[in-house]
């Protein structure tokens, strides 16, 4: 399975192991949106933030980019 919606995580998360990958879209001048990525396999997860973040320049920030953080596990709190 790829990429998986908000509601499929609540509902695979009590039972295995569920990936997040934090994606920042930014561009001068417009601003910035966030979300999140969620996967059921940490090898996924890893492939797409390496793949988001493979053409990012490390000796400047561009007027416009996507940035990925490295996958996190979703841990699920219930109060």
């Known amino acids: ?3 998986l919606s ?4 609540l509902q695979l998360a009590s039972t295995q192991d569920i990936w997040k990958v934090f994606v ?3 561009e001068r001048g417009w601003g910035s ?3 999140y990525q969620f996967y059921d ?3 996924e997860a890893h492939a797409s933030y390496m793949e988001i973040n ?4 490390t ?3 561009p007027d416009y980019y996507i940035v990925a953080s490295a996958p996190e596990k979703v841990v699920l709190t219930i109060k």
Request: negative net charge; glycine residues 0%.
């Open 59 to 61: 000796d400047h920030v």
């Open 54 to 57: 493979k053409n990012n320049p």
């Open 1 to 3: 399975m790829a990429r």
């Open 41 to 43: 396999s940490y090898e």
């Open 6 to 9: 908000e509601k499929q995580v």
């Open 33 to 35: 949106d966030s979300w």
């Open 24 to 26: 920042r879209e930014s």
